[in-house]
């Protein structure tokens, strides 16, 4: 079994939340270990070369699980061919299939599917209705019992279980004093969760085989539900804010809600949840999950490119195209460096616009550049570990400083002094 790769720490002033720990595939969620980063393809699943193409795209932008929808024959026989796809291509990361309606129908009826899934997702607000629902929802659990899977109960307020939220609402209006409908829905969630749960338990699955996510849309619906479950409950949790919507907005939403509650210790797993442009990255929401985690200071993915505002001292777009082309560049270069130099995203470099604060943050990365601003003499010092290295001049410092930043690179973790530390 292995953690999801990391370097640093948690290092939030909350103490993290005790969860049972749960191997998926070999990622090990909860039970102290970094937060995953996961997502989900778009495509569907039946088109083997497209899904394939997707998941090699999210795993290599550091996806560390990825979601497939299962939700038809065709989708369940194709779910072999893209592993084994996969493992061809050298990618090993595990896939979870996402059921809904006739799961318990598709894992019987596929068992290679059953086999090569890491994980299954459940949601108990469709596994079944009235007389169907505890049947159809062990037959799921079962299978996970059988082939030695985790299953994440998968608990979302579009389909949530409205015979339970029905009860709830019932109950509610009897009491004296009685609750909002907001707040009757949210124990609902909440209790979804839990009894499906406790369900699984009686059934036999262990609690190192089960994963808690309670999903709303809202920023202080979601903190509120995820607060209290992580109170009721031990089991590992994911988080996710569903329908966050597109572009900022989405990604304001999903690390407004996310980050207060990892900040508080709350989170095992997290998916940010983009709704892409038309043709657009999938791999975005990836990149935005690890944003997250490092700009918090939770996970170490990539080096971090610190770069002024800009003002108007800084009328010369030069800071900003080099910093944009560093930053471009550390991407595009990740998946080979992070094999060849362990430990390069631990590295901080600054790319500053003027006098003002230039020298001074250069200083505190590892390599920095001060650009002249407006009026300035056309020359830019470079800091190495603290210490001023260089002054570039000349139409080519943008280019002379990125050559610095690759050699500063191949020095520092070329030969092992990363992984020493």
């Not at 830019?380 to 290295?389: E, Q, R, T």
Request: aromatic fraction near 4%; glycine fraction near 10%.
């Amino acid at each position: 079994m292995k953690a999801a790769g990391m370097t640093g720490y948690f290092s939030s002033p909350f103490p993290r939340r005790t969860s049972v720990g749960v191997s998926v595939g070999g990622v090990i969620v909860g039970g102290g270990a970094p937060v995953v980063v996961q997502s989900m393809t778009n495509t569907d699943t039946a088109d083997v070369d497209q899904t394939v193409a997707q998941v090699a795209a999210l795993h290599r932008a550091g996806s560390e699980i990825v979601r497939i929808t299962v939700d038809r024959d065709e989708s369940a026989a194709a779910v072999p061919r893209i592993h084994e796809r996969l493992l061809r291509l050298g990618i090993d990361v595990p896939l979870v299939g996402d059921f809904h309606y006739i799961g318990h129908k598709l894992l019987a009826d596929h068992p290679a599917c059953a086999e090569v899934l890491a994980k299954y997702r459940i949601n108990p607000g469709n596994v079944g209705f009235k007389e169907k629902k505890d049947r159809q929802f062990a037959a799921i659990v079962e299978m996970a019992i059988k082939y030695d899977k985790p299953v994440r109960i998968g608990v979302n307020w579009g389909s949530l279980d409205q015979e339970l939220l029905t009860r709830l609402m019932d109950d509610n209006q009897a009491k004296g004093s009685p609750l909002t409908a907001q707040e009757v829905t949210r124990e609902a969630i909440v209790q979804s969760a839990i009894l499906s749960a406790e369900m699984a338990e009686e059934i036999g699955l262990g609690r190192d085989k089960i994963i808690l996510s309670a999903k709303v849309s809202g920023v202080q619906d979601l903190i509120a539900v995820y607060t209290e479950l992580a109170t009721r409950s031990d089991h590992a949790l994911h988080l996710g804010l569903t329908e966050a919507g597109m572009g900022t907005k989405g990604i304001v939403a999903s690390s407004a809600a996310m980050g207060i509650l990892l900040q508080q210790g709350i989170g095992d797993t997290i998916r940010i949840s983009l709704t892409p442009e038309p043709n657009g990255d999938r791999t975005r929401e990836v990149q935005v999950s690890q944003e997250l985690l490092q700009t918090m200071g939770f996970r170490q993915f990539v080096p971090i490119v610190a770069a002024c505002p800009g003002c108007g001292r800084t009328t010369s777009t030069v800071f900003q195209e080099l910093a944009q082309s560093i930053q471009a560049d550390i991407r595009k270069n990740m998946p080979v460096w992070r094999e060849k130099y362990p430990g390069v995203e631990n590295l901080k470099v600054a790319v500053m616009g003027c006098i003002v604060n230039g020298p001074g943050e250069s200083k505190h990365a590892d390599i920095g550049i001060s650009l002249p601003g407006t009026g300035e003499t056309p020359t830019a010092p470079v800091f190495i570990d603290g210490k001023k290295a260089a002054t570039l001049r000349g139409p080519s410092i943008a280019q002379d400083f990125e050559k610095m930043v690759a050699d500063y690179i191949e020095q520092r973790y070329g030969h092992g002094k990363a992984a020493a530390e």
